[in-house]
Nanobody
Framework: QVQLVESGGGLVPAGGSLRLSCAIS????????MAWFRQVPGKEREFVMG????????NYSNSVKGRFTMTRNNAENAMYLQMNNLKPEDTAVYYC????????????????????WGRGTQVTVGS
């Protein structure tokens, strides 16, 4: 049974930073495609960043370019999202997602490609 659990969300002022964690249990994930998505109530889930294996340069949304960094730690079976220079428009519930399939680059941004999801962690950025 694969489980993903996000943590690290919270309330920060604009310009602040947060580091989200995604703990993966049940199986090792070093060759999985992993990603972060976010969702605002009433809107569709939005792709943030993702990659197909540890160490690979991630695909990312232009809205987070230069501000967010994604890392994966195989030894800890965890994935992280470092978010800097946060803006009010970054406010959302953030989800980590995974699939055992090795997606091609053009598939990474689509949420329907992922088989496992966490429950999400709320990030709120004050103006």
């Amino acid at each position: 049974q694969v489980q993903l659990v996000e943590s690290g969300g919270g309330l920060v002022p604009a310009g602040g930073s947060l580091r989200l964690s995604c703990a993966i249990s049940g199986r090792t994930f070093n060759t999985w495609t992993m990603a972060w998505f976010r969702q605002v109530p009433g809107k569709e889930r939005e792709f943030v960043m993702g990659n197909r294996r540890s160490g690979e340069s991630p695909n990312y949304s232009n809205s987070v370019k230069g501000r967010f960094t994604m890392t994966r730690n195989n030894a800890e079976n965890a994935m992280y999202l470092q978010m800097n220079n946060l803006k009010p428009e970054d406010t959302a519930v953030y989800y980590c997602a995974a699939t055992t399939r090795r997606l091609i680059t053009s598939q990474i941004a689509f949420d329907y490609e992922y088989d496992f999801w966490g429950r999400g962690t709320q990030v709120t950025v004050g103006s």
